[in-house]
């Protein structure tokens, strides 16, 4: 089982629209709704942020949404603040009954 | 409230063991699946596998078979990471984490242990 594909950085600027993709396989992303997303800043535990595909924990911000379409899984991070810079990984379910993250994504806030 | 606490940082010798614990609190233990990650320094999360905490059947994940050990005290809420032959590419923070499930919610982790630096050098 491959680490799930995600861009090793994005960018933005405060107040504007980022997007993170997380790509799979059928046998991982593509064939559960059980994907999740963690914001890890540096020297820090994992924060869940989204689980279900598209839920949000309470206490976390609306700004954070997420997506999946066939293969791909997405975070959206809208109204960037500075708060928000930080590691983003994806997480899967997979077939073998085991869980997979992506690489991590390294948000960098302008 | 839910807690994950692990045990102290650890420094080891090339080929030696290394047994690190997770002691859970807050909340009925054998009800929930408690899984292990690895992050070596500067790099990303990686999923090494679960025990299943009514059980004890333990699942690895591809690459984290072998030399690694999951193991349960039950009777102290407490789950055990056991890593053999340890090299210097072991060295990382190995996090335990609670994953949560339900039939509305789906799975998630949302609680992390604090981590516990092993650091594998001679």
């Known amino acids: 089982q491959s680490a799930l594909t995600q861009p090793a950085s994005v960018s933005g600027s405060p107040g504007q629209s980022i997007t993170i993709s997380c790509s799979g396989t059928?046998?991982?992303?593509?064939?559960?709704?059980?994907i999740s997303w963690y914001q890890q800043h540096p020297g820090k535990v994992p924060k869940l942020m989204i689980y279900?595909?598209?839920s949000r924990p309470s206490g976390v911000s609306n700004r954070f949404s997420g997506s999946k379409s066939g293969n791909t899984a997405s975070l959206t991070i809208s109204g960037l603040q500075a708060e928000d810079e930080a590691d983003y990984y994806c997480?899967?379910?997979?077939?073998?009954?085991?869980?997979?993250f992506g690489g991590g994504t390294k948000v960098t806030v302008l | 409230q839910v807690q994950l606490v692990q045990s102290g940082s650890e420094l080891k010798n090339p080929g030696a063991s290394v047994k690190i614990s997770c002691k859970a609190s807050g909340y009925s233990f054998t009800t929930l699946s408690l899984h292990w990650v690895r992050q070596a320094p500067g790099q990303g999360l990686e999923y090494m596998g679960w025990?299943?905490?009514?059980?004890?059947?333990?699942t690895f994940a591809p690459g984290f078979t072998g030399r690694f050990v999951f193991s349960l005290d039950t009777s102290v809420s407490t789950t055990y990471l056991q890593i053999s032959s340890l090299t210097a590419e072991d060295t990382a923070i190995y996090y335990c984490a609670r994953m949560y499930y339900s039939d509305t919610t789906g799975y998630m982790i949302d609680h992390w242990g604090q981590g516990t630096l092993v650091t594998v050098s001679s």
């Open positions: 025990i299943h905490t009514n059980t004890g059947d333990p």
């Open positions: 279900s595909v598209n």
């Open positions: 059928s046998s991982d992303i593509g064939g559960y709704k059980y």
């Open positions: 997480c899967s379910y997979t077939t073998i009954s085991t869980w997979v």
